[in-house]
């Protein structure tokens, strides 16, 4: 019922806001024309359709929220007038009030709010759509930022999630596609990742891990946590002063190097994935912003860590190994390395996904690399993937969306950005490490304590390995087997003893009935 209930809410809310219209407006077919036309009868849709998209997915709730904040970073495949409205939902979603915001805070810390700060403004400076972000002032005069969960939110959230289940179902038993796809594995990921951000101890930590792994890396910048005012619905957190990255033209007259910045976006990505396999996967413009600071001019700042993304080192090899034949044309490994890993079935011929892999990727290597885009080359591949029954990887969802993601905001600073040609140098100096000699010897000494345990080990293991294994007895043999024969028979006797006594009290039970 619950499910009903909520898909008769969204059902109002596409009606409302006219959504279906502009869902269907780019159809061709004269019959769904005039079915968009028919529907709008009587409903009043003057605002621009960019306000109209936006505060639906806003009265949607917090999973529609993002799924816009994602579409904003895309101004390749959104008309301007959507992309700048999807924009604010970065960072703009309509707060809950402020005395609301304080009451919260002090029940998360057990105390009036003016003995934990000297300062604690009403005013949310950020408003998202899973929680919202209050700058305050310790007593010992540090600036924080202190981030307060939405009131409400799991409930919310249970609830779409529990119709994008019913859905998957749905598609997974009606698509052709649905077992490829893996939907319901899909929307189990999105779970995780949603109840993850709803518990803001786990942001913190996630934070906390970011920036050791960062440290060394002096073009990004991430607050630290202040732990001892850390719970599961209120976070505090040094406060970063840096202007949005979206503000390209304040940036520019800051006197911040754009194209600079879009390669920098593109190597702290690619650190994070392939280096450490562990990313920030939430990099819509709302959650970056550039330091103006002259100690740190220039520096990402990072926000935001609900939502991250691991990859084991079996991910990685394979992405490795994918990048590498991709770089060198080898479009027959990449064929094998989906069928070695599981991904098409064991029956496909390796030459007609070559082929078909070949069809996707060869013209964008043929064309100037600033003009190639990978989100394209993505939607090519994934077409190509249903021909071949491709099993999605889940484990890949937010990889990919976060590509995705750092694409379009490069090519929002710099719509010159090689992505390709930035990218590579890393990637080869990484591949390098993985599967080179350099490889070998990281992997030797991340296994060095391992090695030292055994070591002490190997003569006496060598020593019971040559040792020749005493010949078996074969009395012995005889003795055992026919304890074994013996033993049987007394099982067989008690079961055959059970049973008798069994039919016996039950003919008793029969005659004194018959006799009663």
Known sequence: MRNVARLFKISVTVLRYGLDELALSSFRQPWVRLAVRIGTIGRKLDAPRGERLRMGLEKLGPIFVKFGQVLSTRRDLLPPDLADELAKLQDRVPPFPAAQARALVEKAFGK???????????????????????????????????????????????????????????????????????????????????????????????????????????????PEMVWELCTSGVIVMERMHGMPISQTQRLIEAGVNIPKLARDGVTIFFTQVFRDGFFHADMHPGNIQVSVAPATFGRYIALDFGIVGTLTEFDKEYLAQNFIAFFRRDYKRVAELHVESGWVPAGTRVDELEGAIRAVCEPHFDRPLKDISLGQVLMRLFQTSRRFNVEIQPQLVLLQKTLLNVEGLGRQLDPELDLWNTAKPFLERWMNRQVGWRGLLENLEREAPRYVQLLPELPRLLQQALQPRPAVDPVLIETLIAEQRRTQRLLHAILWAGAGFVLGALLVLLLLRSHG
């Open 112 to 222: 009036p709010i003016d003995e934990v700060f000297a300062r604690f403004d009403a005013e949310p400076e950020a408003s998202a759509s899973i929680a919202q972000v209050h700058f305050a002032e310790l007593k010992d005069g540090r600036e924080v930022a202190v981030k307060v969960l939405r009131p409400g939110m799991l409930a919310v959230i249970d609830d779409d999630l529990a119709l994008l289940r019913t859905l998957a179902g749905w598609i997974e038993r009606l698509s052709a596609d649905g077992k490829r796809l893996k939907p319901r594995e899909v929307v189990a990921e999105f779970d995780n990742y949603l109840h993850d951000e709803l518990d803001l101890v786990r942001e913190a930590a996630n934070a906390a891990q970011l920036r050791r792994n960062m440290q060394d890396l002096p073009i990004i910048m991430v």
